[in-house]
């Protein structure tokens, strides 16, 4: 069974500074897809970026880009030039790519926090 | 708007007492799938379903039950709810086979069972 790990349950940053926010996982398959959420306080999840392992180009979606390093089962996520509405848990997911539950597997979780 | 529905979206209940968590969804998705949602373990798979009439158990299924006798819909039942599920939870929807398309989650229900 995949597993994900997410290392820092909390992490600040400066308003406008950029921030890493790190995310492994365990798969013994060699193609799935990995995917960034974020919960605002509103708790709903929202899609933040996605990234299919097949792909070496890491993803970008604005201020949001990640570092897969597929062979160290790593998927970082970048925010750069941070906003207050960045402030969210943010979580770190797997879905296997094989035909049947597209469950996604979910990290514990890093909560963001923003500095004005 | 494409959209995944849940209701209620609070409720405060007593052991014992059968309540069901509806789910409705307006994009066709064949696949459902809930999600409880407890502090330090993440979001964890419950139940999902491929399509109609189509269930099966996720990673936490006990306590639990669903139907799927329409495409839209995807209740969530706890007919004997206990404190241990008192959480927040999530639906889900996705079309199926499409691996790397975004799952689309309701709002959440937060349940507190006394």
């Known amino acids: 069974a995949q597993t994900v790990t997410q290392s820092q349950p909390e992490m600040s940053v400066q308003e406008a500074e950029t921030v890493t926010l790190s995310c492994t996982y365990d798969?013994?398959?060699?193609?799935?897809?990995l995917f960034w959420y974020k919960q605002p306080p509103s708790r709903q999840m929202i899609l933040v970026i996605r990234?299919?392992?097949?792909?070496?180009q890491n993803a970008t979606e604005n201020r949001f880009s990640v570092n897969f390093q597929k062979a160290a089962k790593s998927f970082s996520l970048k925010i750069s030039d941070s906003q207050l509405g960045d402030a969210a848990m943010y979580f770190c997911?797997?879905?296997?790519?094989?035909?049947?539950?597209?469950?996604?597997?979910f990290g514990t979780g890093t909560r963001l926090t923003i500095i004005p | 708007e494409a959209q995944v529905t849940q209701n209620p979206r609070y409720l405060i209940t007593v052991t014992g007492k059968k309540l069901t968590v509806t789910c409705s969804q307006n994009?066709?998705?064949?696949?459902m799938s809930w999600y409880r949602q407890d502090p330090g373990l993440g979001l964890r798979q419950i139940y999902y379903?491929?399509?109609?009439?189509?269930?099966d158990k996720g990673d936490v299924p006990e306590g639990y039950k669903v139907s799927r006798k329409e495409k839209r819909n995807f209740p969530l039942i706890l007919e004997s709810p206990s404190p241990n599920q008192t959480s927040l939870y999530f639906c889900?929807?996705?079309?199926?086979?499409?691996?790397?398309?975004?799952?689309?989650f309701g709002d959440g229900t937060r349940l507190s069972i006394l």
């Open positions: 889900a929807s996705t079309k199926t086979g499409r691996g790397n398309q975004p799952q689309h």
């Open positions: 798969t013994s398959e060699s193609d799935y897809y």
């Open positions: 990234q299919e392992a097949y792909k070496q």
């Open positions: 997911a797997y879905r296997s790519p094989n035909f049947g539950n597209e469950k996604l597997t």
């Open positions: 994009m066709n998705h064949e696949y």
């Open positions: 379903s491929m399509n109609v009439e189509v269930t």
